[in-house]
């Protein structure tokens, strides 16, 4: 068991439509990553929150944003979506304590038409 | 900017044989080293990490790596592999202080033959 959730698991789109992806984070962890992994790549950094605010962003266009919830889930949305967003989206949870590992999920399956 | 460099796309082993995967980062300051493990279907699992201290760490199932500051690797090993270690490696940095992300290395998958 991850611990970490995410839904969907696959979720097909076509060019141009909007998308939301969904978290929880395992219990106990109030911090929340989400991170694009191509094909035969390793995951990149999309950004993370923290108290319902984005902390750090990777090198993504504003295309994509989020949203965390009081309850520490988390939203990530794509906007006008593109051939090259198709990719498992991954989200990583994990405590705000210096150097604590991130537990991941089992990823949403991204593809687009 | 920071990167991760893994030597290897695809290793396939015996099962019995010695395993190294090596990793190279580029970060000039503090790090924290992580390797993960992608079973086929699973999710990523954390191996092992380094955060200070002694450069030999050991993780789960019989893995180690070894932090070689001067070399700026991170290389991870087992003395003898199973076929139940086939899945895909990742390594991964995280600059020392920081509270987030990781850099990933592209991954090497290993296949371990009965």
């Known amino acids: 068991d991850a611990g970490v959730t995410q839904s969907p698991t696959h979720l097909i789109k076509t060019r141009g439509q909007q998308v939301t992806l969904r978290c929880s984070p395992k219990?106990?962890?109030?911090?929340v990553s989400w991170y694009q992994q191509a094909l035969g790549q390793g995951p990149q950094f999309i950004f993370q929150?923290?108290?319902?605010?984005?902390?750090q962003r990777g090198n993504f266009p504003d295309r994509f944003s989020g949203h965390q919830f009081p309850n520490y889930s988390s939203e990530l949305n794509v906007n006008a979506l593109l051939l090259g967003d198709s990719a498992l989206y991954l989200c990583a949870s994990s405590s705000r304590g210096w150097g604590q590992p991130q537990h991941f999920g089992d990823g949403t399956r991204l593809s687009i038409l | 900017a920071q990167s991760v460099s893994q030597h290897n796309h695809h290793v396939i082993l015996s099962e019995a044989a010695s395993l190294e995967l090596g990793c190279n980062y580029s970060?000039?300051?503090?790090?924290?080293l992580f390797w993960y493990v992608q079973y086929p279907g699973q999710h990523l699992q954390l191996l092992l990490k380094y955060f200070s201290g002694d450069p030999l760490v050991k993780g789960i199932k019989g893995f180690e790596a070894e932090f070689i500051k001067s070399k700026f690797s991170f290389n991870l090993r087992k003395p003898s592999v199973q076929w139940s270690d086939t899945a895909e490696y990742f390594c991964?940095?995280?600059?020392?202080?920081?509270?987030?992300?990781?850099?990933f290395g592209k991954g090497t998958k290993l296949s371990v033959k009965p």
């Open positions: 929150y923290y108290e319902e605010e984005e902390r």
């Open positions: 219990s106990g962890h109030d911090t």
């Open positions: 970060y000039g300051g503090t790090v924290n």
């Open positions: 991964a940095v995280r600059g020392g202080g920081s509270q987030g992300n990781l850099i």
